[in-house]
């Protein structure tokens, strides 16, 4: 990647000068929100700097099972989710109604959840925000008087005229590609204004005018964008303070999240047969439960597959006990997934990150959000297939299983696992956080 030196109009920063601080990471939604961000701070700890990992509270024993020091945030993702108007939005699979339920939902619970940032950052020198965070970060940042800056795992939303944004990706030329981003900013601003600047003026701070979105340009606050740069080439029309730096993973860490008695038990059944395909939603429960469940026993059962099925947060009814299948409510991604033979997830960027990382082909069953997105992606690469879940059928899904182990497939995904650990997304996300920070300090 090279050097990367920040310069501001009044200083020069030496590319080699670090000076350790106290990182404050804030996040907010499902373990994809979370995952990366442990690994963030673990590479932050590595190079002396004192990190807080502020989430919700479900994912403390998850976050301290790292080492990372937690701070909770209220609320809890998988009991929303969950509930029958999670489930019954999420299945539709319409993007925009998930996302205004989630906002409707998790609305209830945002003043004590920014009270909970607000006390969790007063003792950090740097505040970095998820995307779910910005606004709320943005305020805290200027009442605690905080340098802040963002990093975001989902398709980018900082304006390009060379693609559009992925909500509203139904044509692809220059003028219509700015008006998607100018569009979101307009949309987001609309449904959050009243709210930010309620909690902009209980901190003392002047409302806002225009979309927080265009401060992060306007501000030159720093914007950085973790995947792969072989999946998505950084526009040239983006300002300097925003870059993709690489995916961000837990290989090789060591933690006590993950009881070792479940590895050796899995690890023996992996080895009893031939490799298995893993299966998992991630944080996403599955939309129709009764026919996902009706296909993976038609594809045990009748097919003779292995299978590793990851639960996460779904639900499934009857799932028979079979010599084929072996379940689990949640595992280390960079432990098993090479140990399979192929993967088929939602294709949320962190699982994805890790299927690409294990060197192996992959089918994303896509529901919503970004996965359509991931999807078309890696199918025009020829890493994998993309079936919407809406389109599924066990033929369907068995006819992409048996196009993903041809030597095409293959040599593929052993090609772009190598290139993508080449490029080390975690040392340089710190190198850039690092550089930023410390031009600010001086």
Not at 153 to 165: E, I, N, V, Y
Not at 294 to 308: C, D, G, S, T, Y
Not at 314 to 330: A, E, K, Q, R
Request: proline fraction near 5%.
């Amino acid at each position: 990647m090279g050097e990367f030196l920040f310069q501001t109009s009044y200083k020069i920063i030496e590319p080699n000068l670090v000076i350790n601080m106290h990182f404050a990471i804030t996040t907010y939604g499902s373990r994809g929100d979370v995952q990366p961000f442990v690994s963030l701070a673990l590479g932050l700890m590595d190079n002396g700097h004192q990190v807080t990992l502020l989430a919700p509270g479900n994912f403390k024993e998850f976050v301290n099972g790292y080492g990372v020091n937690f701070y909770a945030l209220h609320g809890n993702i998988e009991e929303i989710v969950h509930s029958p108007e999670g489930l019954r939005v999420l299945k539709t699979g319409n993007t925009f109604s998930l996302l205004r339920y989630m906002q409707k939902a998790v609305r209830k619970l945002q003043p004590v959840i920014n009270n909970d940032i607000l006390s969790g950052c007063a003792d950090a020198d740097v505040i970095i925000s998820s995307v779910l965070c910005i606004q709320w970060v943005k305020a805290i940042a200027e009442k605690l008087n905080k340098s802040w800056g963002v990093i975001q795992f989902q398709p980018p939303t900082s304006p390009t005229k060379a693609f559009p944004f992925v909500g509203l990706n139904f044509f692809n030329f220059p003028n219509y590609n700015l008006f998607t981003y100018w569009l979101l900013g307009v949309i987001n601003w609309s449904l959050n204004k009243r709210e930010i600047n309620k909690f902009r003026i209980s901190l003392g701070l002047k409302s806002l005018k225009r979309p927080t979105f265009g401060s992060l340009r306007s501000e030159n606050i720093l914007n950085l964008y973790c995947f792969s740069q072989l999946l998505i080439k950084r526009p040239d029309d983006w300002p300097s303070n925003t870059h993709i730096t690489g995916f961000m993973t837990l290989a090789d860490r060591k933690t006590t999240y993950v009881l070792r008695q479940v590895d050796e038990i899995l690890l023996r059944w992996i080895e009893d047969g031939e490799k298995p395909v893993y299966i998992g939603f991630g944080s996403i429960p599955i939309p129709d439960p009764e026919l996902f469940s009706a296909i993976l026993i038609e594809i045990i059962q009748k097919n003779n597959i292995r299978v590793v099925l990851c639960k996460g947060w779904t639900i499934l009814p009857g799932i028979p006990s079979h010599p084929n299948l072996f379940v689990l409510d949640s595992v280390n991604h960079e432990w098993l997934l090479p140990k399979c033979s192929s993967a088929i997830i939602h294709g949320g960027a962190g699982t994805l990150a890790a299927v690409l990382n294990a060197q192996i082909p992959l089918v994303i069953i896509s529901v919503f959000g970004d996965q359509p997105w991931w999807g078309s992606i890696i199918e025009n690469k020829r890493l994998g297939i993309h079936i919407p879940f809406k389109q599924i059928t066990t033929a369907k899904i068995l006819d992409a299983l048996y196009i993903i182990q041809t030597d095409e497939y293959l040599n593929n995904t052993r090609k772009m696992g190598d290139e993508i650990q080449l490029e080390n997304g975690l040392q340089h996300t710190v190198k850039m956080l690092e550089d930023y920070f410390v031009a600010q300090s001086l």
